[in-house]
């Protein structure tokens, strides 16, 4: 069995599952803090947790609600952020401004308990309970019944087949980002109205992880049928959630309001959600410490740190499963020739890059391995001082110029478009990655800064020769962020990276339960890569929230995503 790293799940033999704790020798991940900037003090790997345990039978249908004792209903909830959506597809989508604007008209068949440090338990959504087979391969929800769609139609097993259809075998034109969880995947089948069951091919340990990660909403059947099985322009469609949609005002503001028939009947408190977009962290922190916002989200580090001496606000740090970085697209090809993408990452220097945008956001440098990897310290510590990922040196620059030489670019490549995103840490960066390639190997490129949600359509489409960006991560374990960024044909490897021996080794390490063998091929993954260099991989990301004392319900405190538990169902204002 895969060891899920800094998780807690349920399985067992038949078991019924229902919310439980960690067990007791399972250290929660660490709180992230700000590394010294002139240090780069590594950040603390994430504990690796017991293998999963059964859970005990159910003894009444889980209902979620505010831990205080007399929460109150009503109020409006200004929320901010980064929210400006491309599209209205959140399974085609892999940005926070995707996911924070609509996950609250949706819910999923489990999900992470909001009131638990991490992601460390998965309690019921529309499955009330669930069974897992003793060999794992077969997982069986049970759902709750006399859930509605927002259009008033009966929520069924047909729903949640119809969506992880799509997400297994997706139409022709569809991307699903997140389609490497489930690969494994063989069938999906309905014994009736309310059971649906998946059947694997092989075990995965981490399964009820990825269907309790936020991304992994149920959409209605008809709605699937109605747009071909491309929701990018469903901007209304219903879901199942505690809020419905009423308005996006692009730039604005999107307003959503109360389900009055939802599930749950406990829930939601709050009777409206305004959330006001924020291209980037300073107008984000502007609104929060203005008292604009209840809650808001990447509010920056000046803000962060000037909140914390402000009565009645409150802040905290995220760890953001993401990976920033410069994809190289290997499509073209001048960039096809792993001798120039490793002069390149011989002449970046990440600690500089680093370092520029500290007063921006946390962004630690992390290699092939992300910081929240139970693997990253060790493998860091030894890889910071390498070539490559060292700040460069005199003989680096050297072989630098040697490898260009080689490959037949000695004179360097002109008319570079190097697409860059208009988020204030990547529009920083940038200009000292143009500088670099353009001073040390004469690769001249012209920056094409855009959007958030356009950057993310030029870069699926392949517009661009090199591009900095930052992209969502599933899981914090390679056989997740590996599958998705550096193996052929991967959900996000927006560069297109293809090698053979690579995708070898990462077979071998899904199919592997031992866990020192898995490390070993760990790390000759990580010795193909620095070889292949198919990306210059920047930074690991933190998210800087903040909310303030009269939003009740949550302890923001406890989150270790930011990605995971963005829904206000639970939360209450005390007016």
Same mark, same amino acid.
């Given at each position: 069995?895969?060891?899920?790293?800094?998780?807690?799940?349920?399985?067992?033999?038949?078991?019924?599952?229902?919310?439980?704790?960690?067990?007791?020798?399972?250290?929660?991940?660490?709180?992230?803090?700000?590394?010294?900037?002139?240090?780069?003090?590594?950040?603390?790997?994430?504990?690796?947790?017991?293998?999963?345990?059964?859970?005990?039978?159910?003894?009444?249908?889980? +209902?979620?609600?505010?831990?205080?004792?007399?929460?109150?209903?009503?109020?409006?909830?200004?929320?901010?952020?980064?929210?400006?959506?491309?599209?209205?597809?959140?399974?085609?989508?892999?940005?926070?401004?995707?996911?924070?604007?609509?996950?609250?008209?949706?819910?999923?068949?489990?999900?992470?308990?909001?009131?638990?440090?991490?992601?460390?338990?998965?309690?019921?959504?529309?499955?009330?309970?669930?069974?897992?087979?003793?060999?794992?391969?077969?997982?069986?929800?049970?759902?709750?019944?006399?859930?509605?769609?927002?259009?008033?139609?009966?929520?069924?097993?047909?729903? $949640?087949?119809?969506?992880?259809?799509?997400?297994?075998?997706?139409?022709?034109?569809?991307?699903?980002?997140?389609?490497?969880?489930?690969?494994?995947?063989?069938?999906?089948?309905?014994?009736?109205?309310?059971? $649906?069951?998946?059947?694997?091919?092989?075990?995965?340990?981490?399964?009820?992880?990825?269907?309790?990660?936020?991304?992994?909403?149920?959409?209605?059947?008809?709605?699937?049928?109605?747009?071909?099985?491309?929701?990018?322009?469903?901007?209304?469609?219903?879901?199942?959630?505690?809020?419905?949609?009423?308005?996006?005002?692009?730039?604005?503001?999107?307003?959503?309001?109360?389900?009055?028939?939802?599930?749950?009947?406990?829930?939601?408190?709050?009777?409206?959600?305004?959330?006001?977009?924020?291209?980037?962290?300073?107008?984000? @922190?502007?609104?929060?410490?203005? @008292?604009?916002?209840?809650?808001? /989200?990447?509010?920056?580090?000046?803000?962060?740190?000037?909140?914390?001496?402000?009565?009645?606000?409150?802040?905290?740090?995220?760890?953001?499963?993401?990976?920033?970085?410069?994809?190289?697209?290997?499509?073209?090809?001048?960039?096809?020739?792993?001798?120039?993408?490793?002069?390149?990452?011989? $002449?970046?220097?990440?600690?500089?890059?680093?370092?520029?945008?500290?007063?921006?956001?946390?962004?630690?440098?992390?290699?092939?391995?992300?910081?929240?990897?139970?693997?990253?310290?060790?493998?860091?510590?030894?890889?910071?001082?390498?070539?490559?990922?060292?700040?460069?040196?005199?003989?680096?620059?050297?072989?630098?110029?040697?490898?260009?030489?080689?490959?037949?670019?000695?004179?360097?490549?002109?008319?570079?478009?190097?697409?860059?995103?208009?988020?204030?840490?990547?529009?920083?960066?940038?200009?000292?990655?143009?500088?670099?390639?353009?001073?040390?190997?004469?690769?001249?490129?012209?920056?094409?800064?855009?959007?958030?949600?356009?950057?993310?359509?030029?870069?699926?489409?392949?517009?661009?020769?090199?591009?900095?960006?930052?992209?969502?991560?599933?899981?914090?374990? $390679?056989?997740?962020?590996?599958?998705?960024?550096?193996?052929?044909? @991967?959900?996000?490897?927006?560069?297109?990276? /293809?090698?053979?021996?690579?995708?070898?080794?990462?077979? +071998?390490?899904?199919?592997?339960?031992?866990?020192?063998?898995?490390?070993?091929?760990?790390?000759?993954?990580?010795?193909?890569?620095?070889?292949?260099?198919?990306?210059?991989?920047?930074?690991?990301?933190?998210?800087?929230?903040?909310?303030?004392?009269?939003?009740?319900?949550?302890?923001?405190?406890?989150?270790?995503?930011?990605?995971?538990?963005?829904?206000?169902?639970?939360?209450?204002?005390?007016?």
């Amino acid at each position: 069995m895969i060891v899920v790293l800094a998780f807690a799940m349920a399985c067992g033999g038949g078991a019924t599952a229902t919310p439980t704790t960690p067990d007791a020798t399972t250290a929660p991940p660490p709180t992230a803090t700000f590394p010294a900037p002139e240090t780069h003090t590594p950040i603390p790997a994430a504990a690796e947790t017991a293998t999963p345990v059964a859970m005990p039978e159910e003894t009444g249908m889980f +209902m979620l609600r505010a831990p205080e004792a007399d929460p109150k209903y009503g109020g409006l909830l200004r929320t901010a952020g980064l929210s400006e959506s491309a599209h209205f597809d959140i399974h085609q989508a892999s940005s926070y401004a995707f996911i924070f604007p609509q996950i609250n008209r949706y819910d999923q068949l489990v999900r992470y308990d909001p009131f638990e440090i991490g992601l460390s338990v998965v309690i019921p959504d529309l499955a009330h309970s669930w069974d897992i087979s003793d060999d794992e391969l077969t997982y069986t929800f049970h759902l709750r019944e006399g859930v509605t769609w927002h259009d008033g139609t009966p929520f069924t097993s047909a729903d $949640v087949k119809a969506t992880f259809d799509r997400v297994v075998d997706p139409p022709q034109g569809v991307v699903m980002i997140r389609a490497d969880l489930f690969e494994a995947v063989e069938s999906i089948t309905t014994p009736d109205d309310y059971t $649906v069951e998946f059947k694997l091919r092989s075990p995965r340990g981490f399964f009820l992880n990825a269907l309790a990660l936020g991304w992994s909403t149920i959409e209605q059947k008809a709605a699937l049928e109605e747009w071909n099985g491309d929701l990018k322009r469903a901007r209304d469609r219903p879901g199942t959630g505690a809020f419905k949609f009423v308005s996006y005002a692009p730039g604005e503001v999107w307003v959503h309001e109360k389900n009055e028939d939802y599930w749950n009947p406990d829930l939601p408190y709050v009777d409206e959600i305004n959330l006001f977009v924020a291209e980037s962290d300073t107008p984000t @922190g502007a609104i929060f410490l203005a @008292g604009q916002a209840d809650f808001a /989200s990447s509010i920056g580090t000046i803000a962060y740190n000037e909140a914390q001496n402000k009565p009645g606000l409150n802040v905290a740090l995220h760890p953001h499963p993401m990976m920033g970085a410069v994809w190289i697209n290997q499509e073209r090809e001048a960039w096809q020739n792993p001798k120039v993408r490793k002069a390149m990452h011989l $002449v970046t220097d990440y600690f500089a890059m680093s370092d520029a945008t500290r007063d921006m956001a946390p962004l630690p440098v992390e290699g092939w391995l992300v910081t929240a990897d139970v693997h990253w310290q060790e493998y860091f510590e030894t890889a910071q001082n390498e070539p490559g990922w060292r700040r460069p040196t005199d003989e680096d620059i050297a072989e630098a110029q040697r490898l260009m030489a080689e490959a037949g670019y000695a004179d360097g490549i002109k008319d570079v478009d190097f697409l860059v995103r208009s988020s204030e840490w990547m529009t920083t960066m940038a200009p000292l990655v143009q500088r670099w390639l353009k001073e040390y190997l004469n690769i001249d490129s012209t920056i094409r800064t855009q959007p958030s949600a356009v950057s993310f359509e030029d870069i699926h489409r392949g517009e661009f020769d090199i591009t900095i960006n930052a992209t969502s991560l599933n899981l914090p374990i $390679v056989q997740s962020y590996w599958a998705m960024v550096f193996r052929t044909d @991967g959900s996000q490897n927006f560069g297109k990276f /293809s090698n053979a021996e690579f995708d070898e080794n990462f077979q +071998m390490i899904l199919e592997e339960s031992d866990p020192e063998k898995i490390k070993e091929l760990i790390y000759k993954g990580v010795e193909i890569l620095d070889e292949e260099v198919p990306m210059l991989t920047a930074v690991g990301i933190s998210i800087t929230v903040g909310w303030t004392d009269r939003l009740k319900g949550a302890d923001y405190t406890l989150r270790r995503s930011a990605y995971e538990n963005l829904r206000f169902d639970h939360v209450w204002l005390d007016k």
